[in-house]
């Protein structure tokens, strides 16, 4: 159970607004963000809304796209910590997002169609750009910033996902960041070469480095936006709640982020999805490079990123002693991690099964095989008696083993600090679908559209209902991020977690508080994963 793949953990994200187009920023005294000055140069963007531009509502949106945060990570800084960008002269224009990581060919599966997918072109190694949304009025306006962190398993994704747009939350007045890190083998590989050249054995991480180096650079430019550098909200859906949580605990993140919101995924609870440590990451990495045949370092940054692609690598976040100086659920246990308030949850059909679901006979026996002598107990919380109870019995138990488990005792550790709001949510809004994506409901990072506010970028026969619940959950995230507390806006309140009352917001087409869902078997689930 310690290695189940973080490939169950596909990412999604994010924010609900009317189509708009949109313009290149008009230069001119009223246009205070038609150039803006960065620490690395002037950038131009594009504007929506306002004069020249369809207003959707909330007046101008000033949209940056593909600002370049660190040098591109290519030849002999692939595998290197993110460098600073090298300044240019004159004004960048920054009016299309910059390449997606590379990772394989974006292709429709399960519930993602392509409104869930990287564009097919660019894809390059040299990806480290960041996107801004803004609404403020001028550069001293102050508005909180939430920083969005893409899932994907740690092998795919990217910025430009049609369903990460920021323009509704910049509307509702967050100034909105989305970020590109490097995945799959150039964002994740270990390996004793790497840890040599560093100076101090350390190798691996080079995503999530790439995710502090775009914060840093955020806290020295976003005021320019009109962006608070001292409220940053940083957000991520499955290995971006992965990485929200590392973020939480890693020391080189500290005083970049003030709040965090991890969506169905985390990395709180050894013994299931959780980071490995670095002498097992290296023993992957010796075996890629026995693989590709190279005898040295140099050889193996000339090969292409095509061919390192096509090795299939398949590795997260690392414990490697730097970034994350220990097993992430220890320095949660010894509250050695970056104070913040959290919002977290997961979906009620956050599952990934995959092949032919199993009968009740099948499903019965592989548990007795499996768990032994505990496998009554596991058969008494997911019950199979028939096929049909048995099939939903696996998508629980699939659902809590990838994301209950962590997300779940996170709030629990995060309650060790009661100077800080920790909120708790389950999303149970079945996607409206037709035909064969009917079947997947509350589907993992089916909650992203609604709670950014984007619902017109995905084609879904969407209802009144669904439009009232993107309204409600899009304005609890802007309140969290706002002040750390969701609730306002004459919402339906929502009480802040403790362990005692595990309250959980129900996000349904009628969004209330209640006692957490299946917290027994979460409890049981745990006491297995910590023996």
């Not at 708009?20 to 140069?41: E, I």
């Not at 224009?93 to 409104?115: D, H, L, R």
Request: charged share 20%; with cysteine.
């Amino acid at each position: 159970m310690r290695n189940l793949p973080f490939l169950f953990l596909a990412l999604f994200a994010i924010a609900e607004r009317r189509p708009a187009r949109v313009v290149a920023a008009q230069t001119g005294p009223a246009d205070v963000f038609a150039v803006v000055r960065t620490q690395s140069g002037s950038v131009s963007g594009l504007r929506s809304g306002g004069s020249g531009g369809v207003d959707s509502g909330g007046g101008v949106v000033h949209i940056f796209k593909g600002i370049p945060y660190a040098a591109p990570p290519v030849g002999e800084l692939r595998w290197n910590a993110p460098r600073p960008v090298v300044p240019w002269t004159g004004v960048r224009k920054c009016e299309s997002f910059g390449p997606s990581p590379m990772q394989a060919k974006p292709a429709v599966y399960w519930a993602y169609t392509t409104e869930f997918l990287i564009p097919e072109k660019p894809i390059s190694e040299d990806c480290l750009y960041l996107n801004v949304w803004t609404g403020a009025k001028k550069p001293g306006d102050k508005l909180p910033v939430l920083v969005f962190i893409y899932g994907g398993g740690f092998i795919g994704g990217g910025s430009a996902i049609p369903v990460y747009d920021g323009e509704a939350m910049a509307r509702k007045g967050v100034v909105f960041v989305s970020i590109n890190y490097r995945v799959g083998i150039f964002g994740f590989l270990c390996h004793p070469w790497l840890g040599a050249e560093s100076g101090n054995g350390v190798s691996g991480n080079y995503g999530l480095l790439d995710q502090i180096a775009a914060l840093r650079w955020v806290k020295e430019n976003i005021a320019a936006f009109g962006g608070d550098a001292a409220n940053v909200t940083i957000a991520g859906e499955s290995a971006g709640a992965i990485s929200v949580s590392c973020l939480v605990a890693s020391p080189l993140a500290k005083g970049l982020f003030r709040r965090a919101i991890g969506e169905s995924g985390a990395a709180v609870s050894r013994g299931f999805t959780s980071p490995v440590l670095l002498k097992e990451a290296e023993q992957t990495g010796q075996a890629i490079t026995t693989q590709l045949k190279v005898a040295d370092l140099t050889a193996l940054r000339e090969i292409s990123a095509e061919q390192l692609q096509a090795a299939g690598f398949f590795r997260g976040p690392v414990i490697d002693g730097d970034v994350l100086p220990a097993p992430v659920d220890e320095l949660f246990r010894k509250h050695e991690i970056n104070p913040c308030d959290l919002l977290t949850g997961w979906n009620e059909d956050d599952y990934f099964l995959y092949g032919a679901p199993q009968t009740a006979v099948q499903f019965r026996q592989q548990v007795q095989q499996q768990y032994g002598a505990m496998a009554d107990s596991i058969l008494h919380f997911y019950p199979a008696p028939d096929d049909a109870t048995a099939l939903r019995s696996q998508q629980r138990l699939n659902r809590d083993i990838l994301f209950g488990v962590q997300n779940y005792p996170w709030v629990n550790w995060q309650m060790a600090d009661p100077a800080h709001h920790v909120y708790l949510y389950r999303f149970r809004r079945r996607v409206p679908a037709t035909g064969e994506l009917a079947q997947y409901g509350a589907f993992h990072g089916g909650e992203i559209v609604y709670a950014y506010g984007n619902l017109a970028i995905l084609h879904r026969p969407w209802e009144a209902a669904d439009h009232r619940l993107a309204e409600t959950m899009s304005n609890y995230w802007v309140n969290f991020a706002r002040t750390g507390d969701p609730n306002g806006n004459r919402l339906p309140q929502w009480p802040a977690y403790s362990v005692s009352s595990a309250s959980t917001m129900i996000l349904d087409e009628q969004p209330h508080a209640a006692a957490m869902p299946d917290k027994d078997a979460l409890d049981f689930l745990l006491r297995i994963a910590n023996q």
